[in-house]
């Protein structure tokens, strides 16, 4: 919705609702008397403008976050793998972050923590589209056609490949190139390529301007319910802010549990944060909001990278994953 998560490196000219985040005193937050101990109560936090990380701003609007002391101010970004170096740097807390990105990062030796889950996949979520009047009609006609991918090497082609599998291809049967899911439509349009690994709400978008038409929902079969992004921190800073981290975990749990419950919160928040208008939030086809990290979920993404030449070496993801939060 990388979601670019990562996969979804979106590049919006959005300028987010930061009053969502509640206004922080002008003393000096780190030592409030209401901070419920918490090392740290006000952080930054990382955030594409796209339907995966609405809870962030639900759990501001709704104040989750401030009932567990703390105040956090969201911050645009352009990607999760983009991120990794503000979070490293600092000048993001946590950060969104997609799963094939966190996991290659992890290979190259970044310490990262996975501190809790955002967005899954959903039937028609991330499709392959072509014009309407294109002659390719299934998957294997993608045979020597280009390819349009928010991200190289990432959920994009990932899941785009295991599709040509199926039908028989191999990755290097199609070229992929890299273009923003917003430039995507007008792109394929002008030729530039022959059909894109689009997802919400630019499969909405580019079925009613352009009348492209799907030809492969990328989430079935391997990569049905695979999911897709999460919040991330690096492990210096889940060690030196636990506190902070569990309050977080906390928040944005209630958060994704209650975007997974009422569509309706999220049909309302994301105008705010987003290009995505009211009339197009309520079409829009959603993934799933999970409220916990589920070890076994994930292994099936690092799993999938190491099937298809992303990963050199296995990674056993219980070990990205951060101590859940403390309850109460």
Same mark, same amino acid.
């Given at each position: 919705?990388?979601?670019?998560?990562?996969?979804?490196?979106?590049?919006? %000219?959005?300028?987010?609702?930061?009053?969502?985040?509640?206004? %922080?005193?002008?003393?000096? !937050?780190e030592t409030s008397a209401n901070s419920n101990g918490l090392e740290k109560t006000t952080?930054?936090?990382?955030?594409?403008?796209?339907?995966?990380?609405?809870?962030?701003?639900?759990?501001?609007?709704?104040?989750?976050?401030?009932?567990?002391? @703390?105040?956090?101010?969201?911050?645009?970004?352009?990607?999760?793998?983009?991120?990794? !170096?503000?979070?490293?740097? =600092?000048?993001?807390?946590?950060?969104?972050?997609?799963?094939?990105?966190?996991?290659? $990062?992890?290979?190259? %030796?970044?310490?990262?923590?996975?501190?809790?889950?955002?967005?899954?996949?959903?039937?028609?979520?991330?499709?392959?589209?072509?014009?309407?009047?294109?002659?390719?009609?299934?998957?294997?006609?993608?045979?020597?056609?280009?390819? @349009?991918?928010?991200?190289?090497?990432?959920?994009?082609?990932?899941?785009?490949?295991?599709?040509?599998?199926?039908?028989?291809?191999?990755?290097?049967?199609?070229?992929?190139?890299?273009?923003?899911?917003?430039?995507?439509?007008?792109?394929?349009?002008? =030729?530039? $390529?022959?059909?894109?690994?689009?997802?919400?709400?630019?499969?909405?978008?580019?079925?009613?301007?352009?009348?492209?038409?799907?030809?492969?929902?990328?989430?079935?079969?391997?990569?049905?319910?695979?999911?897709?992004?999460?919040?991330?921190?690096?492990?210096?800073?889940?060690?030196?802010?636990?506190?902070?981290?569990?309050?977080?975990?906390?928040?944005?749990?209630?958060?994704?549990?209650?975007?997974?419950?009422?569509?309706?919160?999220?049909?309302?928040?994301?105008?705010?944060?987003?290009?995505?208008?009211?009339?197009?939030?309520?079409?829009?086809?959603?993934?799933?909001?999970?409220?916990?990290?589920? $070890?076994?979920?994930?292994?099936?993404? $690092?799993?999938?990278?190491?099937?298809?030449?992303?990963?050199?070496?296995?990674?056993?993801?219980?070990?990205?994953?951060?101590?859940?939060?403390?309850?109460?």
């Amino acid at each position: 919705m990388t979601r670019k998560l990562r996969c979804h490196a979106i590049v919006l %000219g959005v300028t987010v609702a930061l009053t969502l985040a509640g206004c %922080g005193s002008s003393g000096t !937050p780190e030592t409030s008397a209401n901070s419920n101990g918490l090392e740290k109560t006000t952080i930054t936090v990382g955030a594409l403008p796209i339907p995966d990380p609405v809870s962030l701003y639900i759990a501001n609007a709704k104040g989750f976050f401030k009932e567990e002391g @703390l105040t956090v101010t969201p911050k645009i970004i352009t990607g999760g793998a983009a991120a990794i !170096p503000a979070i490293e740097n =600092g000048s993001l807390d946590i950060s969104q972050t997609n799963y094939v990105s966190t996991f290659l $990062a992890v290979s190259q %030796g970044k310490k990262i923590k996975l501190v809790a889950d955002m967005y899954q996949a959903a039937p028609n979520t991330f499709n392959i589209m072509v014009p309407k009047d294109s002659p390719i009609k299934t998957v294997a006609d993608l045979k020597g056609k280009t390819v @349009l991918v928010n991200n190289l090497k990432n959920i994009a082609t990932l899941a785009t490949t295991s599709q040509l599998k199926v039908a028989g291809l191999a990755e290097t049967d199609v070229k992929f190139v890299e273009k923003p899911f917003p430039e995507m439509g007008n792109a394929i349009v002008s =030729g530039q $390529a022959d059909a894109g690994w689009i997802t919400e709400p630019f499969i909405t978008a580019n079925q009613s301007q352009h009348g492209f038409r799907k030809l492969a929902d990328t989430m079935t079969g391997q990569t049905a319910d695979l999911p897709i992004a999460g919040w991330m921190a690096t492990e210096e800073w889940a060690s030196k802010y636990p506190k902070t981290l569990a309050a977080f975990q906390r928040a944005i749990a209630k958060a994704q549990q209650l975007a997974s419950s009422d569509r309706k919160e999220i049909e309302a928040m994301l105008p705010k944060y987003t290009k995505i208008d009211a009339k197009t939030a309520s079409v829009i086809t959603l993934g799933a909001y999970p409220s916990e990290l589920n $070890a076994n979920r994930l292994q099936k993404v $690092a799993d999938l990278m190491l099937e298809y030449g992303y990963l050199e070496n296995p990674i056993d993801v219980k070990s990205v994953i951060a101590a859940p939060a403390a309850s109460g």
